[in-house]
């Protein structure tokens, strides 16, 4: 499993921005799929899955309403929506796979695979 994270920027405050996650084949019908990020001197924390189905979608409560995850199986593809954008989204940005479930789709260790990470910085 390949994962490679692409989109991040410096946006201001408001801004939307789309983030991006090309898989390796299969990938996302195999596999429950995350956003999570790390911001300066902060522990990694749980952004947004959605399952392997598709049709559930979770969020953290600080981007609920602001963010959109989704996906396109046939593109290989993870998506992340970003609207009103705030100064404290400002993170490195990871997209990963795994085997999870619901009970611990915040927790990172539950996933096996990562991106490299991609740094959306927003300026208030």
């Known amino acids: 499993v390949q994962l490679q994270a692409s989109g991040g920027g410096l946006v201001q405050a408001g801004d939307s921005l789309r983030l991006s996650c090309q898989a390796s084949a299969r990938t996302l019908s195999n596999y429950d799929m995350a956003w999570l990020r790390q911001a300066p001197g902060k522990e990694r924390e749980f952004v947004a899955n959605i399952r392997l189905s598709g049709s559930r979608t979770y969020y953290a409560d600080s981007v609920k309403g602001r963010f959109t995850v989704s996906k396109n199986n046939a593109k290989n593809t993870m998506y992340l929506q970003m609207d009103s954008l705030k100064p404290e989204d400002t993170a490195v940005y990871y997209c990963?796979?795994?085997?999870?479930?619901?009970?611990?789709?915040?927790?990172?260790?539950?996933?096996?695979?990562w991106g490299q990470g991609t740094q959306l910085t927003v300026s208030s």
């Open positions: 990963a796979a795994g085997n999870t479930i619901l009970s611990s789709i915040r927790d990172d260790k539950r996933y096996a695979y």
